[in-house]
């Protein structure tokens, strides 16, 4: 299933928007829908580091720690 979203983006980014798709030739609710899961993801990764730097019971190792957990 899928839901219809209407936006409002800057002219600017509509025609970069209209030559990527003419270049890909994907219409641009697909370049849309790819570049919205990306950001979902990469905000995703964002949250998990913040909660994992104010986690205080996680433990932070130094380079040298690491280096030598990894054989390295």
């Given amino acids: 299933?899928?839901?219809a979203i209407s936006i409002r983006i800057p002219d600017e980014l509509a025609k970069q928007l209209n030559n990527v798709s003419k270049?890909?030739?994907?219409?641009?609710s697909f370049i849309?829908?790819?570049a919205l899961e990306s950001y979902?993801?990469?905000?995703a990764d964002l949250q998990i580091a913040l909660d994992r730097?104010?986690?205080k019971t996680?433990?932070?190792i130094s380079s040298k720690e690491l280096?030598?957990?990894?054989?390295l």
């Fill in 53 to 55: 730097l104010h986690d």
């Fill in 58 to 60: 996680d433990p932070i």
């Fill in 32 to 34: 849309i829908q790819k």
């Fill in 23 to 28: 270049e890909t030739e994907r219409p641009r």
């Fill in 1 to 3: 299933m899928s839901t």
């Fill in 40 to 43: 979902m993801e990469d905000y």
């Fill in 67 to 71: 280096k030598k957990s990894l054989g």
